[in-house]
């Protein structure tokens, strides 16, 4: 190994790293969304939907607060 040798340029980055940390930030902003529309799906309607006595105490709720109490 000569002098010129060690004192070479090492290679430079062409830019490849920069496109692959876009592509796998894009890949997993996608798996995100994914994740969260399946999991508005999933957990949406259960919010609408309230249980029997939840839904009684809620009208008893207004009921009272109708009356000033």
């Not at 010129?4 to 876009?22: C, E, H, K, N, V």
């Not at 399946?38 to 009921?63: F, T």
């Amino acid at each position: 190994m000569t002098d010129f040798d060690r004192f070479q340029r090492p290679d430079y980055d062409d830019g490849g790293s920069l496109a692959t940390m876009i592509v796998l930030s894009v890949v997993a902003f996608i798996f995100l969304a994914i994740g969260v529309f399946i999991g508005w799906l999933v957990y949406a309607p259960q919010a609408n939907a309230l249980p029997a006595p939840c839904a009684d105490y809620r009208a008893e709720c207004a009921a009272v607060m109708s009356e000033g109490w």
